[in-house]
């Protein structure tokens, strides 16, 4: 082979030229824009293609067509050199500060729809990906301003990307305001517009979109490279050969050699199957002509290897725009749904077919192409060295994994006229259906099993009865190694003709083949769920063979047809069976304007910026010179003596620079990794690690990439000789009295006496026993730091915190230097949730120790998986109770014992207990006593959580509601409005903070609820539903939550420079909150009150500066709500100082001249030495430093029978935030706190091994709601409940309280089951249901189809079987 000449790697990024000749090519996109480039709004938010915050649009040239294509591809996952000659587009190429933003960031921030922006940038490239592919279509022309995206795709446009902090429902308004069918009256809450206003004014006042500008700018000089590449230097090559004889001379030549090769394609498989080597050689097959191909013939369609999924669902679509509608196009049409419903947009878009066909085949990836493949008989062109060869998809999946040396071609999907006989019945169909049943029903979630049924179907010739020709059965993912046929089925129903009794045949002949390999716990749900989709396709065939407008039986058939209404009508049929997004959300507020500018629903400060991608999180500051990175090395073991660590000796030489343990904690420094009130704990484990997770050192290395690597290929020594087991659970805990002291001031009080409550009651419920189980926050960006030491033993710490003054203390405690040598720095926080509280104190201290140590700057930026592995998350608890209650359901006594989980080390769980008591006393128990232990185990410890305590206890109180009104066969919401607190019940239950009798505002928001949600009516439809509907059954239920807040004493500081702009500093931390933007309006409103020219505008001229613990000392820390009104409470103290200073030059100069400009004042005031800066710090008073909370939400929820999926049909809240300082802001918080629990409640496992080791450590197993899991119609009210004398200008807090009103879906879905468990029961002639079963958290879809009964098909043939 003749020698090649190395080439550049050539690419554009936002219109910038970028030549490269030496690359390592296992280099992402990511990391190349995020440490090579100045553009920094691709984020890192998994690594592993699934999350979206990394998107960016990839545009191409193709010279032949002379046209640029566009796509959206996870820059996480794609190989810089993939993207030659390419060109890229970040958020911040789309529009930016500098060159003016694009209308899409300019309605993210309009609509409310960036909260800590980290996830925004990858939103606003993938809408953009859409717009700018939309409007290449040839179809008619948009009104001007709107686009050619229509709403249902405008929705999907974001559906792979991941949003931890909005709810999403924002978002899809924003999406959807580009749609040119958007009913603009649908649109939510924004700045645009006030409500009511004409649809023409709506629309001038949208930020202008001009369609003919929405292109990607392809660069010209890009339209001159040449697309091959070789790439080569000492250690590594990239090829990318344009021949498969180019490919096989490459094969053979680095064979020879031992050179370790790695074929890609797209790498998107890195996601699921990450490297733990790297490689020498790299060959691309994407530019081989025949693997890029789609052909089609009369014999069916052959689709190349390389070819995108996203191209290949086009083909298979493309066949149906044909007239001729067969049964063949419409099973390519279905092939194309369920491929649509493969990971996300952005991975679709460059994972090929072939790399998944192969990663199933080689790894056993749980693939749905293959069972797609599989069900319809596909064909594969495989070449093998020199040797070419079809094979049945069936014979390939079987073959032993393929080697290096074997290339798949292409893959055929044979044309059904092939497979049917000449003899075959005139009126035989072939039906074709697909399943899958997964936690998001958009995909981005791999399914617990999926299916694909070609069945050959013809009308009996002796009844009217429809028999089964043939059948190919298909079903895949943990149900086998590969995608399987259940030939056994297949060859039982061969032939028959369908009835009740041998569909039950059916049924149990395939539960009994689909067992999972491994997963035992999963296992009757996969058997269950095989059973159901046998039985969703079969039982409709049952009976007489009908077909009419196109349907058989139920199922989309046509014949061969040239009937263009008949075609209209089976589109109509089938894309309902497409999942339709969230329709609408409805917002109402009650604003006050009585301090203006608070109270009104102004833009969140800096929104904007983060759309654009500019706003600078931790890792966005550029590294100095000779910085180093770092990454823990945690323990494996609960308990266990840690005798050595051994890194891999080559990396060493490559640069990994030192591995920071205990050890190095300086002279007169401490081994202290964070501090509460409550204790301490170490930064790094000394002899012993204490649990999994617990860090035993940090490596630190010259990339984060190398750092990772070294920390994963650690090799620890652990001796656990000796050593007592480990303690890991709370059963284990209390055998041991391994308890945390809680102090007395937060251990429940009892109310009433338990032993007459108990006596009063007509009923019991003793010793009922609950789990609740732990959540992770997923915040979207992990823990992160940067330490930087300076002269004289100083260091600053640029942290992601929401406490910086304790990270402050912690590192001086650390390293033995006094506090004034540390600065920390936070500026924002891309999510926190609590778990950027004490869990992110260690990871500033172990930069602080290394940077100090090492004289240079160290940088850490967690990956997902170990972030997930140390995060220890809500605490897991276990709850027994009994409770005594009368006959009309009113409560009269409630004993609890909580055992609660707290981990290792004590955090902040001594206030669990308290938190529990708080939420739980919503209800008017009668007489409550509490025994809550806080139990020491050796797992990672628990830290706050949103509704830390608070949601378990809220969710208990429900629970037992339930159970009482179950056991009474009463109402639920019957028994729960009875126990509703009285004024007179409130003060018993809450000494402290019931606050005055109109400010108990839950009974009215209980009412006004129960008629906004039409609760009665909605109740006897629901009722109805379940009457006539078998398998699918909805339930409603209407949630009060009370909470206790807590304000804490925080400072503030407020200067005004010369030209009249003003900055103001918080001791609270923005971590998407919107606090700046409350503490902004604060500052405004309290300025104004200097009554001269120009203060309407001083929103415009206040900004918010970053968190300095120098500058501001005393900050404390941003948690439980109410930082942000302390904050603004803060900084209204320190304007009224400046006002008052102020004043009397006011007064004098406006004698002079009758009026004065702002800025003329302060000018004036500079040369007159009024000091012009002021800081406060607010204590709360005894009177004001507590307060209650109160809302209630109603939800209504449909549960699918066959498959235990829960969808979210509605949700309608009304919550008191007093007066609001923002509506906007507390809107955002509302929904977004909601949807956070909706994923405690319904999705979000977070479970552990035996060790305590997270199962859950990635985005592939640890599923938050996405914008297709969120309520379809989400309406939020936000109370305006008048004059609260002792809070802050009257507003109450609403980060976290409504995260507990998602206990409604809970209750709902519940309900639901319920109806379920009647009907099952109905079926053995049974009335009386059980409904005092439990149902657990999180309500995943095993979990509810467990309830309504693993065996209902069984069950409803066998009644269906008795009663024929
Ligand atoms: C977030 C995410 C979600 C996903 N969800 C789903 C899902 O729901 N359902 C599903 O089925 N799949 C899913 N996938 C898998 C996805 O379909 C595959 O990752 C993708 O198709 C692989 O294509 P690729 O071009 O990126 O292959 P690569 O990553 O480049 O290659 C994958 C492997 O195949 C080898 N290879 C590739 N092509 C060939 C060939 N022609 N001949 C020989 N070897 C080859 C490579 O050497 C490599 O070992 C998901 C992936 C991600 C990242
Ligand atoms: S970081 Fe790339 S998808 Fe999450
Ligand atoms: S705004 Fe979406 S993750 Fe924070």
Redesign the pocket.
Same mark, same amino acid.
């Given at each position: 082979m003749e020698l090649q000449t190395p080439t550049s790697l050539v690419f554009g990024v936002n219109g910038e030229r970028f030549e490269l000749s030496h690359v390592d090519p296992s280099t992402t996109l990511l990391e190349f824009l995020r440490t090579r480039t100045r553009f920094k709004s691709v984020k890192l938010g998994c690594g592993e293609g699934g999350c979206g915050a990394c998107v960016v649009l990839i545009s191409k040239y193709d010279p032949v067509l002379d046209q640029v294509e566009d796509f959206t591809a996870s820059s996480c996952l794609t190989l810089l050199c993939s993207i030659h000659g390419c060109s890229i587009t970040t958020s911040e190429g789309i529009g930016n500060g500098k060159e003016g933003f694009h209308p899409i960031h300019e309605r993210f921030a309009g609509f409310h729809a960036?909260? *800590?922006?980290? *996830?925004?940038p990858g939103m606003c490239v993938s809408l953009f990906g859409t717009l700018v592919n939309a409007e290449k279509r040839n179809c008619p022309e948009p009104p001007a301003g709107f686009s050619k995206v229509t709403v249902t795709e405008a929705e999907k446009a974001i559906a792979g990307n991941l *949003?931890? *902090?909005?709810g999403y429902r924002p978002i899809a308004d924003v999406c959807k305001s580009f749609a040119a069918d958007v009913d603009m009256e649908d649109l939510g809450l924004n700045s645009f517009w006030r409500k009511g206003e004409s649809k023409n004014l709506m629309l001038s006042r949208l930020p202008q979109y001009d369609r003919n500008q929405t292109n990607s700018r392809f660069p010209l000089f890009l339209k001159e490279i040449k697309h091959d590449l070789f790439l080569a230097s000492e250690k590594h090559s990239w090829h990318r050969p344009i021949s498969l004889t180019e490919f096989q001379s490459l094969l053979k030549l680095n064979h020879a050699n031992g050179t370790r090769i790695k074929i890609v394609v797209s790498n998107t498989g890195m996601g699921y199957y990450k490297d733990k080597e790297g490689y020498d050689k790299y060959i691309d097959l994407r530019g081989i002509s025949e693997l890029s191909k789609i052909r089609k013939d009369r014999t069916g369609i052959e689709i190349g290897a390389a070819v995108t999924i996203s191209k290949a669902i086009e083909a298979l679509k493309e066949e149906s725009r044909s007239d001729f509608l067969s049964d063949y196009v419409i099973i390519l049409e279905k092939i194309a749904d369920h491929l649509s419903k493969v990971a996300s947009g952005f991975i679709r878009n460059t994972a090929s077919v072939g790399g998944n066909l192969v990663m199933a085949q080689r790894s056993n990836f749980p693939s749905d192409i293959a069972i797609l493949l599989l069900a319809v008989d596909a064909m594969v062109h495989v070449m093998t060295g020199t040797q070419f060869e079809w094979l049945t998809l069936e014979e390939f999946l079987e073959r032993p994994p393929l080697g290096l040396e074997s290339v798949l071609l292409s893959i055929k999907i044979p044309s059904l006229e092939l497979n049917k006989s000449e003899s075959s019945e005139p009126r035989s169909r072939f039906l074709f259906e697909t399943y899958r049943a997964s936690p998001r029903p958009l995909g981005n979630a791999l399914p617990y099993l999926n299916a694909a049924f070609l069945v050959k179907v013809s009308p009996c010739k002796d009844s009217d009865g429809t028999v089964i020709d043939t059948c190919r059965l298909s079903f895949s993912a943990y149900a086998s190694k590969h995608a399987i046929r259940v030939k056994k089925v297949e060859e039982f129903l061969a032939g028959k003709l369908l009835s009740v009794s041998i569909l039950y045949d059916a049924v149990n002949l395939v539960k009994a083949a689909i067992v999972p390999k491994d997963d035992t716990s999963k296992t009757a749900y996969c058997s269950s769920l095989a059973a159901g989709f046998i039985f969703q396709f079969f039982n409709p065939l049952i009976g007489p063979f009908v077909i009419s407008n196109g349907n058989l039986n139920g199922h989309i058939n046509l014949p061969f047809v040239k009937d263009f209404e008949l075609k209209e009508n089976w589109k109509h049929v089938h894309h309902d069976k497409v999942p339709t997004l969230l329709s609408s959300g409805k917002q109402v507020l009650e604003a006050g304007c009585e301090y203006h500018p608070v109270g009104e629903p102004i833009v969140k400060s800096g929104a904007a910026l983060q759309a654009s991608g500019e706003a600078v999180f931790v890792d966005d500051i550029p590294s100095p010179s000779n910085c180093l990175h770092g990454a823990y090395i945690y323990s494996a073991k609960p308990l266990a003596r840690v005798r050595n660590i051994k890194l891999m000796p080559e990396l060493q030489l490559v640069g990994v620079r030192d591995i920071i343990s205990s050890k190095d904690i300086p002279d007169g420094g401490e081994n202290i990794g964070s501090k509460t009130i409550f204790g301490t704990e170490p930064l790094f484990a000394e002899e012993m690690a204490r649990c999994v997770g617990d860090r035993i050192a940090f490596v630190v290395a010259d990339t984060q990439k190398l750092a990772d690597m070294a920390a994963n290929s650690a090799v620890v020594d652990y001796d656990t000789e000796n050593l007592e087991p480990p303690i890991l659970s709370v059963e284990d805990a209390v055998e041991r009295s391994s308890f945390f002291e809680v102090p007395p001031f937060l251990y429940p009080k009892y109310v009433g006496d338990i032993s007459k409550g108990m006596a009063e009651a007509d009923h019991k419920i003793l010793s009922a026993e609950m789990k609740l189980e732990s959540q992770y926050y997923f915040y979207?960006e992990t823990q992160t730091a940067l330490a930087v030491p300076d002269e004289d033993n100083c260091i600053t710490v640029y942290s992601s915190t929401q406490c910086p003054e304790f990270s402050h203390s912690i590192i001086a405690r650390c390293l033995g230097i006094p506090e004034n040598n540390v600065r920390v720095i936070t500026r924002r926080v891309?999510?926190g949730f609590g778990g950027k509280a004490i869990k992110s104190i260690p990871v500033a201290a172990s930069c602080a120790l290394a940077a100090l140590k090492l004289q240079r700057p160290v940088r850490i930026y967690l990956n997902r998986k170990t972030d997930m592995i140390m995060a220890g998350g809500r605490h897991p608890m276990k709850i027994t109770y009994s409770v005594g209650f009368k006959n009309d359901g009113k409560i009269t006594a409630l004993e609890l014992q909580i055992l609660v989980n707290a981990g290792i080390y004590v955090d902040v769980s001594a206030v669990m207990p308290h938190n529990i008591a708080s939420a739980l006393k919503k209800y008017d128990w009668g007489a409550l006593s509490l025994d809550i232990k806080v139990c020491r185990t050796n797992h990672p410890s628990r830290s706050a959580m949103r509704g830390p305590g608070e949601v378990q206890g809220s969710f208990i109180a429900e629970a037992i509601i339930e159970n009482v009104a179950a056991t009474l066969s009463m109402d639920v919401d019957c028994v729960r409005s009875i126990n509703l607190h009285t004024y007179e019940s409130l003060q018993l239950f809450y000494e402290y903070s019931h606050g005055e009798p109109d400010e108990y505002t839950l009974p009215s928001i209980w009412s006004k609820l129960a008629v906004a949600a039409n609760y009665d009516q909605r109740t006897k439809m629901v009722q109805e539903f379940n009457r006539i509907n078998t398998w699918k059954k909805r339930g409603i239920s209407r949630v009060p939550v009370m909470f206790q807040l807590t304000q804490r004493p925080t400072p503030g500081k407020v200067s005004i420079f010369s030209d009249g702009s003003i900055a103001v500093e918080v001791g609270g931390i923005e971590l998407?909150q919107g606090l700046w933007t409350k503490v902004k309006q604060m500052a405004a409103y309290a300025l104004s009150a200097i009554r001269c020219d120009g203060t309407e505008g001083l929103l415009e001229k206040i900004r918010v500066v970053q968190s300095d613990t120098v500058g501001m000392i005393q900050g404390g820390f941003t948690s439980g709500s109410t930082t942000s009104e302390s904050s603004c409470e803060a900084v209204r103290l320190s304007c009224n100082i400046l006002v008052e200073r102020l004043k009397p030059l006011k007064e004098k100069l406006q004698e002079e001249t009758g009026s004065i400009k702002w800025e003329t004042l302060i000018l004036q005031a500079y040369m007159q030495a009024v000091n012009l800066s002021a800081s406060s710090f607010y204590v709360p008073s005894n009177n004001s430093s507590n307060y209650l909370n109160y809302g209630a939400a109603v939800s209504e929820v449909e549960i699918d029978l066959l498959n235990g999926e829960t969808r979210f049909l509605q949700t309608d809240i009304i919550f008191d935030c007093g007066q609001s300082l923002n509506p906007a802001v507390d809107l955002g918080q509302i929904e977004g706190a909601f949807v956070q629990g909706l994923g405690f409640f319904m999705m979000e496992q977070y479970e552990t091994n035996l060790d305590g080791l997270v199962l859950q450590d990635g985005t592939w197993n640890y599923k938050i709601p996405t914008i297709d899991t969120i309520p379809k119609q989400f309406n939020v009210q936000i109370l305006n409940s008048g004059h609260h004398q002792h809070r802050v200008l009257s507003s109450k807090a609403s980060g976290e309280p409504p995260l507990l009103l998602a206990a409604s879906i809970h209750c709902a879905t519940r309900a639901a089951i319920k109806e379920a468990r009647k009907q099952v029961l109905s079926w053995s002639n049974q009335d009386e249901a059980d409904s005092t079963f439990q149902l657990g958290v999180p309500a995943i879809m095993p979990v509810v189809k467990e309830l309504c009964g693993p065996d209902i098909v069984e069950r409803y043939l066998k009644w269906k079987m008795g009663r024929t």
């Open positions: 960036s909260q *800590c922006g980290f *996830c925004t *949003c931890r *902090c909005t979207m891309g999510g998407g």
